[in-house]
Structure formats: structure tokens, C-alpha cells
């Protein structure tokens, strides 16, 4: 990261071409999902699929709401544990680094690699656009490793284009 830091003026990092700053059609989709059952992405275009069940989860430290073990859902939802906004946008963040990934062994593209990155998470979708300015200090890391993600594309002309799954 500290390279990018040192990067001239006119790399993608500190400045993007005309062409990749309004909206268009993208190259490669991915879709993401979350429940407190676990998370987990796909994507038609890099024929990758993944999951991250609650049990793992829990072994790897997140504090999860106790559930009803039939409908996933929370037993009493002002109980303690995670709310589902940050299990969303970890399943983003985790979509967002497989793209960058799998962009960066594919050949360069002259016009840019343009990647749609699909929620149905309102919330995480907009800590994708506006990562550094949460005030919550529980998504505030998360936040800064989106923000860090987000760089990286530039260096590969892929802008990142947040879309929403209604309903």
C-alpha cells in the first residue's frame, strides 16, 4: 500500500479518465448476500461462487445474534450481536477483493474492466461509496480495508459500481 502513496500524479489511483466516471455498462457482475446464517457471493462472469456459514463465523471471533435454527432469523432482535449491515457489507468487501483478484491475472482491457457489484443491502452499499465517512468505530476498520480496496481497481482502469437488488 505504501507504494500507492508514492504513485505519480497521473496514475489511475489519484485520477480516473473522463470515460470511467459516469455510469456504464458493466464487463463483470457480482452479487452478494448476506443472512445471519452466513454470507456468500457470486458471480456468472468470474464463474466464482463462495459461502461463510454462521458457525464459521463464529469460530473465527464475529459475535452473532442467537437465531431460530428454522428461519435464520434473530430470537429476539435487540439482542446482542451483529446486525445484518455489516454481515452485508462483508460479503461486499469480500465480493470487491475476488473481483480485484481475478481483474489483476486477466489482461489488461484498453477500455477498462467495468465491475457491478450487487447488494440488497442499501446500507452496505453505501459504506461502498462512502467507506471512510462512518462514525461507527465498529465498522470504521471494515471501512478503511473497503476504502483500501476501492484504490486498488484504478490501477487496472476498473471502476467499482455499487447496484441495487430491490426487494
Request: some cysteine; hydrophobic content about 45%.
Amino acid at each position: 500500500i505504501a507504494e500507492l502513496l508514492l504513485a505519480p500524479e497521473f496514475s489511475p489511483v489519484w485520477s480516473q479518465y473522463i470515460g470511467l466516471l459516469i455510469p456504464r455498462d458493466a464487463t463483470h457482475r457480482i452479487y452478494s448476500g448476506a443472512s445471519y446464517a452466513g454470507i456468500g457471493g457470486w458471480s456468472p462472469d468470474f464463474a466464482i461462487q463462495w459461502r461463510v456459514m454462521r458457525v464459521n463465523l463464529i469460530a473465527l471471533g464475529f459475535n452473532m445474534k442467537i437465531i431460530d435454527q428454522f428461519a435464520a432469523e434473530p430470537l429476539d432482535a435487540s439482542s446482542e450481536g451483529l446486525h445484518i449491515n455489516p454481515l452485508e457489507f462483508l460479503g461486499c468487501i469480500i465480493n470487491l477483493w475476488l473481483s480485484i483478484h481475478i481483474i489483476q491475472s486477466m489482461p489488461a482491457c484498453p477500455t477498462g474492466y467495468i465491475l457491478d457489484l450487487w447488494s440488497d443491502n442499501t446500507s452496505a452499499l453505501s459504506w461502498m461509496r462512502l467507506t471512510a465517512a462512518t462514525c461507527d468505530p465498529r465498522i470504521q476498520p471494515l471501512a478503511r480495508l473497503a476504502s483500501t480496496f476501492l484504490v486498488l481497481p484504478r490501477q487496472h482502469l476498473t471502476p467499482l459500481q455499487p447496484r441495487h437488488i430491490p426487494g
